[in-house]
C-alpha cells in the first residue's frame, strides 16, 4: 500500500483524486463594516453563504495576525518535539484533551495528530450519554511542558477567537430574521474546544486523508488554514470535493450541525474533508464553537409554522457530544451518531 498502513488507507471511492477544480464561489466576506446598512448587509451575505455552501472565508475579521502567527509557531514547535515529549500530555480515557495521534473518522485512521485544548477550563459534560444517567463531570485542559510559552499563547488565542465566534454567531442569527443575541444563551457555560492539526508528509496521499469526510456537530467551526491547503468540501450540487484556497489571513468559517438544526435545514452543514500530499508538512488550527452541556437542540420555534414543521426532534448537546467525543479515537462496528438520526417524519 504504497508504505502507508492498512489502517489509514481509504475505501476506494472515498480516496482522494487528483484535483483540476479551481473554485472561486465560496464566498470571502469582509468584515469591517459600520452602520445599520453595513451590518444588514454583511448578515444578508453570510445569510446567502450558509444556505448555499455552509462555508465562508471572512477577511478584517479582528484576529490580530501576530497573534495567529504565535500560535502557528507554537504548534510546529510542539509536534517537532521526539515523540516520547508529545505523549506525556496524551489524552487517556477520562480526559480527552491534550496530545493524540490515533483519531478514527468513519472507522478509518487520519493522517494527523492532534492537540486538543478546551476553551473553558473547566468545561462540564456529561458523564456518559446514557440518557438516565445524570452525572456530570467535570474536564480540565492537559498541557506540555514544552515548549513554555504554550499554554499562555493558546489560551490568549482562544479567547481571541472566541470573541469572532460570537460575532458570527450575532450576523448568523440577524440573517434568520431573529435578534442579535437570540443563540447567545446557549452560550452561557460553553463547551468549545480548540485544536491543533499537525499533518506530516504522507507517501501515498492518493491512499489516505488527513481527516475523512465529516460534518461537524457543534454549531460554528473558524478555522485557520495554512498556506499549503488542503481543505476540500463536498458541493451541495453536485457532490464534487472543492478545494477551499487558502487566503493569506483569512478565517474559514462553517455552519455545523447544531446550527443547521436551530434553522430548521435553512442552513447547512456541510460535509468537508483533509487531503494530504507527499512533500509539506500542514497545519490546520480549528476552533469549534460548542453550546452549553445542558442545552436542549430543537429548531427555533420562530422558524417554524405549519408550512414549515420541524424537521428534528429534541436532542441534549451534552450527551451528543460525549456520544460523538468517545466514538472518535476507536474502530467501531457501527456509525457514530448523526443529526439524522434525529430527523422527524416531516423532513424528508
Known sequence: MG???????????????????????????DMSVSGTGGIEK??????????KWGFFQVINHGVPLELRQRVEKVAKAFFDLPIEEKRKAKRDELNFTGYHDE??????????????????DPTFLPASPDPDDE?????????????????????????EVEKLAFKLLELISLSLGLPANRLSDFFKHQTGMLRLNYYPPCPSPELALGVGRHRDGGALTV???????????????????????????AYIINIADALQVWSNNLYVSAE????????????????????????KVKPLEELVNEQNPAKYKEYSWGKFYVNRTGSNYKKLEAENLQIDHFKTPESE
Request: one cysteine or more; charged letters at 30%; aromatic letters at 10%.
Open 42 to 51: 454583511l448578515a444578508s451575505e453570510i445569510g446567502n453563504a450558509c444556505r
Open 272 to 295: 468537508h474533508r483533509v487531503v494530504v500530499n507527499s512533500e509539506r508538512e500542514r497545519f490546520l488550527i480549528p476552533l469549534f464553537f460548542f453550546p452549553s452541556h445542558y442545552v
Open 103 to 120: 483519531e478514527h473518522t468513519k472507522n478509518v485512521r487520519d493522517w494527523k495528530e492532534v492537540f486538543d485544548m478546551l476553551i473553558e
Open 223 to 249: 478555522l485557520a488554514q495554512d498556506d499549503v491547503g488542503g481543505l476540500q468540501i463536498r458541493r451541495q450540487s453536485d457532490g464534487e470535493w472543492i478545494p477551499i484556497k487558502p487566503i493569506p489571513n
Open 3 to 29: 508504505g502507508v498502513d492498512q489502517a489509514f488507507v481509504q475505501e476506494p471511492e472515498q480516496r482522494p483524486k487528483p484535483s483540476t477544480i479551481e473554485v472561486d464561489g465560496i464566498p470571502v466576506i
Open 135 to 159: 452525572e456530570i463531570r467535570t474536564y480540565s485542559n492537559k498541557w506540555p511542558e514544552n515548549p513554555p510559552e504554550f499554554r499562555e499563547t493558546c489560551q490568549e488565542y482562544c479567547r
